[in-house]
T-cell receptor
Framework: GESVGLHLPTLSVQEGDNSIINCAYS??????FIWYKQESGKGPQFIID?????DKRQGQRVTVLLNKTVKHLSLQIAATQPGDSAVYFC??????????????FGTGTRLTIIP | SAVISQKPSRDICQRGTSLTIQCQVD?????MFWYRQQPGQSLTLIAT?????????ESGFVIDKFPISRPNLTFSTLTVSNMSPEDSSIYLC???????????FGEGSRLTVL
């Protein structure tokens, strides 16, 4: 079946360094990808998104890269801070037969920032 | 962005009982969804809560086990029926806002079934 998955379940990064979280997707028809951050005991929070007609998008300290050739998505976090410690999920948009916006989530990567 | 409130935030329940989770949004939204997040895992879509009609369930989820109500554009409930320990999860309400084109989540309801 089609799925969205992550390469690494855990990642530890020294505070101040940059981090890269990777995600592989299998549905070539997906046209919208999102990264979410989930802190302990909270719901997922939107970080950044990218549409399939782009290969790069930048936000504040975050950059998402999309490589449609190899169906790969990455999230780069620059100058990491302790508050960046969380689980990060990638998600892809799959339009249902009813035309609703539905997301399929990857397995998640736990990012730990080491002080 | 939409503010989503869920009740209860957590509960401990006995096997065989049912629990209803409420989701209140501070603005009218067309699309509301219910997700499940099992311990240490990702989010799985249970169903789309349709206002004024029956919910649309994903593969592996059925109405008898997870009945959903959506009486208006700001409120929905999810009931977890005849619970077993395997139902221990976080249940998350989410809404899609067309303006920003984002899916917003509530804080979740952490359910433990003994």
């Amino acid at each position: 079946g089609e799925s969205v998955g992550l390469h690494l379940p855990t990642l530890s990064v020294q505070e101040g360094d940059n981090s890269i979280i990777n995600c592989a997707y299998s549905n070539s028809a997906s046209d919208y990808f999102i990264w979410y951050k989930q802190e302990s005991g909270k719901g997922p929070q939107f970080i950044i998104d990218i549409r399939s007609n782009m290969d790069k998008r930048q936000g504040q300290r975050v950059t998402v890269l999309l490589n449609k050739t190899v169906k790969h998505l990455s999230l780069q976090i620059a100058a990491t801070q302790p508050g960046d410690s969380a689980v990060y999920f990638c998600a892809e948009n799959k339009r249902s037969n009813f035309g609703n916006e539905k997301l399929t989530f990857g397995t998640g990567t736990r990012l730990t920032i080491i002080p | 962005s939409a503010v989503i409130s869920q009740k209860p935030s957590r509960d401990i329940c006995q096997r065989g009982t049912s629990l209803t989770i409420q989701c209140q949004v501070d603005s009218q939204v067309t699309m509301m969804f219910w997700y499940r997040q099992q311990p240490g895992q990702s989010l799985t879509l249970i169903a789309t809560a349709n206002q004024g009609s029956e919910a649309t369930y994903e593969s592996g989820f059925v109405i008898d086990k997870f009945p959903i109500s959506r009486p208006n554009l700001t409120f929905s409930t999810l009931t977890v029926s005849n619970m077993s320990p395997e139902d221990s999860s976080i249940y998350l309400c989410s809404v899609w806002e067309q303006g920003p084109g984002e899916l917003f989540f509530g804080e979740g309801s952490r359910l433990t079934v003994l």
